[in-house]
């Protein structure tokens, strides 16, 4: 099983600056990696897919980066509605397997 | 469009089942491969199974092969977990989301089924 390690657990920021969250795969998942963003009560929601390219609707604050074991999201210029809880998914190998997520606060 | 509506919350005994339900809109549901993704504190994100569209051919992790069942009623577009043998661990929010046809990433999801398990 691909274990998908995320960093940090949390993440302060202020509103307005910018993040960098970090997700490792324990063996190369190539580009088949997603990003999700889920809020307190609510259902995880695609962000990014095939490790850089944003889902329907997603603005272009978000970016993801990174192929075979390391990859990143990042966040410019934080918006209240963007404080939540991110997890990264791989999808080369079955089992599908997530990170245990970075929850991004405020500051 | 397609949307994803869950049924209720569930409370149920060690040692008993309980069956969830997903029931899907917007697309033609045979091309649709309904996943099942649960949560809980402890576990974090897990997914359990999915079905391959377009025959359906259901595929389990090995974590949950000898305890869950997912099957799909056409006539109704819904599609159902079952879990047998529940202990207090399957204690978490169940989700159903869609596997996109171009790779595993899953979107959209259901709002989530919670199932408590205690005695």
């Known amino acids: 099983e691909i274990v998908m390690t995320q960093s940090p657990a949390t993440l302060s920021v202020s509103p307005g600056e910018s993040a960098t969250l970090s997700c490792r795969a324990s063996?190369?998942?190539?580009?088949?990696l997603a990003w999700y963003q889920q809020k307190p009560g609510q259902a995880p929601r695609l962000l990014i897919f095939?490790?850089?390219t944003r889902a329907t609707g997603i603005p272009d604050r978000f970016s993801g980066r990174g192929s075979g074991t390391e990859f990143t999201l990042a966040i410019s210029s934080l918006q209240s509605e963007d404080f939540a809880v991110y997890y990264c998914?791989?999808?080369?190998?079955?089992?599908?397997?997530f990170g245990g997520g970075t929850k991004v606060e405020i500051k | 469009q397609v949307r994803l509506v869950q049924s209720g919350a569930e409370v149920k005994k060690p040692g008993s089942s309980v069956k969830v339900s997903c029931e899907a809109s917007?697309?033609?549901?045979?091309?649709?491969?309904i996943n099942w993704v649960r949560q809980s504190p402890g576990h974090g994100l897990e997914w359990m199974g999915g079905?391959?569209?377009?025959?359906?051919?259901?595929n389990y992790a090995q974590k949950f092969q000898d305890r869950v069942r997912i099957t799909a009623d056409k006539s109704t577009t819904t599609a159902y977990l079952e879990l047998r043998y529940l202990r207090s661990e399957d204690t978490a929010i169940y989700y159903c989301?869609?596997?996109?046809?171009?790779?595993?990433?899953?979107?959209?999801w259901g709002q989530g089924t919670l199932v408590s398990v205690s005695s």
């Open positions: 095939g490790a850089t």
């Open positions: 917007g697309d033609t549901f045979d091309n649709l491969a």
């Open positions: 998914q791989q999808y080369n190998y079955w089992p599908l397997t």
């Open positions: 989301a869609r596997a996109s046809d171009e790779g595993n990433w899953f979107d959209p």
């Open positions: 079905s391959v569209p377009p025959f359906g051919t259901p």
């Open positions: 063996h190369s998942v190539r580009s088949n």
